[in-house]
């Protein structure tokens, strides 16, 4: 499980008396996920998810809490953010920043539908709309700069191919801007582990804590390739156009965003690719850590540069 930082009930039962939540009935780890610790909660007053930060700092979370908060208002089935007794979204647990928010119904799929890539497209279409009349910025923290300090860090594990490729891509991408293209604030993390289904019908969508303002469009590409891969990392045609066709009847897509789909597709696989390789090679310190194969994301990455240009809608 992906416990860094053990919280007992007692520890939570004392954390909770600055909450209008009821009594504490059951606290249960969850095992997914590689940022941060996060726990079942249950009470007399419902069902919710506390999750103490490992990485982020208490000055960094108002944006992420804040950003929820207001997708929430506007309709978004996301995690809402539960003010304790002060007013405040958060506050710190057994030495970490910490928060509690609404616990979604669903659950997730590994093998989406067709009917359930159009739901996310436009729940996706949706979000992004919602999210334009949200004031705070967030400037990409796994951009061109986060990149070129990571790069280095993972190349001794990398044989000489995959070395050359990380390289030349990394350099790519340094030299490209979408500055263009319609901005917003962003999920950048949409995949199907985060999003929970009642069949085809979107029930939540969960962990923001990568959210950030960014091209609009690169979202879509970090989602379309996790929802709409076949399992040899080549883009399913009509998973993917189904996906596009959804997205664009909520938020049409402007030729510009058109042109620079293949270059998005790759950029996404990139920095998946990259994290995963971080996540694997240079592990911080944990209990049990839930890292992901970055095979997939490399595999992925070269098919989209044989195949360029890529499905539209």
């Not at 997914?32 to 079942?40: A, D, H, L, R, W």
């Not at 949409?190 to 069949?199: H, Q, T, W």
Request: charged content about 15%.
């Amino acid at each position: 499980m992906a416990v860094f930082t053990s919280v007992s009930e007692a520890e939570l039962t004392v954390w909770l008396g600055d909450y209008s939540l009821g009594q504490l009935l059951e606290l249960q780890g969850i095992a997914s996920g590689i940022e941060n610790t996060n726990y079942f909660v249950t009470t007399s007053n419902g069902r919710f998810v506390l999750t103490l930060f490992e990485i982020l700092s208490a000055d960094e979370l108002p944006f992420y809490l804040n950003l929820m908060a207001h997708l929430a208002r506007h309709g978004i089935p996301c995690p809402n953010p539960v003010a304790n007794r002060a007013n405040q979204f958060l506050g710190t647990l057994n030495g970490k920043p910490a928060c509690i928010v609404s616990r979604l119904s669903g659950k997730s799929t590994t093998a989406p539908s067709s009917a359930q890539c159009a739901s996310i497209g436009a729940m996706l279409g949706q979000m992004h709309i919602a999210g334009q009349s949200f004031s705070q910025v967030m400037p990409n923290p796994r951009g061109t700069t986060w990149r070129a300090a990571t790069a280095p860090q993972v190349l001794p594990f990398l044989d000489a191919p995959q070395a050359a490729l990380l390289e030349s891509e990394v350099a790519l991408h340094a030299q490209q801007s979408f500055a263009q293209l319609p901005q917003g604030v962003i999920h950048a993390d949409l995949f199907r582990d985060n999003v929970l289904l009642e069949e085809d019908r979107i029930g939540g969508l969960i962990d923001f804590y990568f959210a950030c303002s960014d091209a609009l469009l690169y979202d879509v590409a970090i989602t379309v390739n996790d929802w709409c891969m076949h399992s040899d990392g080549t883009l399913d045609t009509t998973k993917t156009q189904t996906f596009l066709r959804a997205y664009h009847a909520v938020r049409p897509l402007l030729d510009s965003e058109h042109d620079a789909w293949p270059m998005l597709l790759r950029l996404a696989a990139l920095r998946f690719w990259l994290s995963r390789l971080f996540d694997k090679y240079l592990p911080r310190d944990g209990e049990l850590i839930n890292a992901h194969d970055p095979h997939h994301f490399q595999r992925i990455l070269k098919n989209h540069i044989a195949s360029a240009p890529a499905v539209w809608l």
